[in-house]
């Protein structure tokens, strides 16, 4: 069974270009989050989606935003990028509405830089 | 708000010796807990979970972890660490009222000397 699939693994981006990253979860999950991971504020929850609908959000600007398919495929986007934008994006799947507190399947993540 | 506090950065430990790993929380109702690891340029994999019952519960990799109500905690140990258990340790809580995340806390780095 194929894992949490994010892409493109890194990405290097100049300050103000926007970003799309992208998510396939584990076949059958249908909740998907993101979380930014930064030595500094460590891991820090995004936003996550459960059948194409965001349940919950983090406490990050509006440039930031993401959404989920009909296939549970997610997206997110950075707008107007800053230098503090870099970091490690996870994305992780879980199965069923309470899917989170049943634990979590990560993907390798993108490493974006931004410049 | 939930919270998550591990309090140890860094760890080193010789292969072969034991290994706690120690995890405090904050959250009010009865909390469900997790363990992750996070080897380098790699996303997270979930060690073991705790919801009810047995406060001690077994994970992968031979770790294990006791629940600890009255003090908060939610401490991971291996008997016996192997060089290929260094990695980054993640404790988390999860936010029952909405169900659709997790505070993590800071994480501590193990390093294990041969």
């Known amino acids: 069974k194929a894992g949490v699939t994010q892409t493109p693994r890194y990405l290097i981006k100049t300050r103000g270009q926007q970003v799309t990253l992208s998510c396939s979860p584990i076949s059958g999950h249908r909740s998907v989050s993101w979380y930014q991971q930064t030595p500094g504020q460590g891991l820090q929850f995004l936003f996550e989606y459960f059948s194409e609908t965001q349940r919950n959000k983090g406490n990050f600007p509006g440039r930031f935003s993401g959404r989920q398919f009909s296939n549970s495929r997610s997206e997110m986007n950075v707008s107007t990028l800053e230098l503090g934008d870099s970091a490690l994006y996870l994305c992780?799947?879980?199965?069923?509405?309470?899917?989170?507190?049943?634990?979590?399947?990560f993907g390798s993540g993108t490493r974006l830089t931004v410049v | 708000a939930q919270s998550v506090t591990q309090p140890d950065i860094h760890i080193t430990v010789s292969e072969g010796a034991s290994l706690e790993l120690r995890c405090n929380y904050s959250y009010g109702a009865t909390p469900y807990l997790f363990w992750y690891v996070q080897s380098p340029g790699q996303g997270l994999q979930l060690l073991l979970k705790?919801?009810?019952?047995?406060?001690l519960v077994q994970g992968i990799k031979g770790f294990e972890a006791e629940f600890k109500r009255s003090q908060s905690s939610f401490n991971l140990r291996k008997p016996s660490v192997h060089w290929s258990d260094a990695a980054e340790y993640f404790c988390?809580?999860?936010?029952?009222?909405?169900?659709?995340?997790?505070?993590f806390g800071t994480g501590t780095r193990l390093q294990v000397t041969l």
């Open positions: 705790y919801f009810s019952g047995d406060t």
């Open positions: 992780a799947s879980s199965p069923g509405r309470r899917g989170p507190l049943y634990g979590y399947t």
């Open positions: 988390a809580v999860g936010d029952t009222g909405t169900a659709s995340k997790l505070t």
